[in-house]
């Protein structure tokens, strides 16, 4: 088992719709959840960061966290073309000194 | 400066040779952190550095590849007999400290000839 596990995609949405990324982990005692946008031929983009069960919404995006679950999500409303990119999830907590990623979500939003 | 800032942007080199790519992390930030990303795959951790000292060197995939941090800023990876499988793309990240925001470099695309 992968220990960040996310969808590779792509997941095709229509603009202007919301479009719902997930991210599953496998250490339970994970701290620290962010999200980030990569285009291609580009570096990562850090877009949201979450360390607590709950909602946190910028503009938008919004993160969700389930730790009982293990789970963690990306919401974008209002998707628009120049969303198109791969989002990748990332993890950290004690023990571990450096992020760990998933494989990234290729995320295509139709105009 | 204002990001985390690599050069070369580009390497090319020939197989055999040894490079020294170069991460200048945000002022400030004591994590730094070297990843890489082969073509259409996922990224890799090579090494974490807090301050000078690297307490996770995990991810580095042979002993041809080594790293250093000098004055808690600027760090160098440096790999040794380069191989054509060591052709991707190395990013570089730094963060204030451990287990909080990461901000990442443009990147060295690394080919290997």
């Known amino acids: 088992q992968k220990e960040v596990e996310q969808n590779s995609g792509p997941l095709s949405v229509p603009e202007g719709a919301i479009a719902s990324l997930n991210c599953t982990y496998s250490d339970r005692v994970s701290q620290s959840f962010f999200w980030y946008r990569q285009y291609s031929g580009k570096s990562p983009e850090l877009i949201m960061s979450?360390?607590?069960?709950g909602d946190k919404e910028d503009g938008r995006f919004t993160a969700q966290l389930n730790k009982a679950s293990q789970y963690v999500s990306l919401l974008i409303r209002d998707s628009q073309p120049s969303d198109s990119a791969t989002y990748l999830c990332?993890?950290?907590?004690?023990?571990?000194?450096?992020?760990?990623f998933g494989s990234g979500t290729r995320l295509q939003v139709q105009p | 400066g204002a990001g985390v800032s690599q050069s070369p942007s580009n390497k090319v080199t020939e197989k055999g040779k040894d490079v020294e790519l170069r991460c200048d992390p945000i002022s400030g930030h004591t994590a730094l952190y070297w990843y890489r990303q082969s073509l259409g795959q996922g990224l890799e951790f090579l090494i974490y550095?807090?301050?000078?000292?690297?307490?996770?060197k995990s991810g580095l995939p042979s002993d041809r590849f080594s790293a250093e941090r000098t004055g808690g800023s600027v760090s160098t990876l440096t790999i040794q007999r380069t191989q054509q499988e060591d052709s991707a793309v190395y990013l570089c990240a730094s963060s204030l400290v451990e287990n909080t925001e990461a901000f990442f470099g443009q990147g060295t695309r690394l080919t290997v000839v």
């Open positions: 990332a993890v950290n907590g004690p023990g571990r000194r450096a992020l760990t």
């Open positions: 979450i360390y607590s069960n």
């Open positions: 550095f807090q301050g000078n000292s690297a307490p996770d």
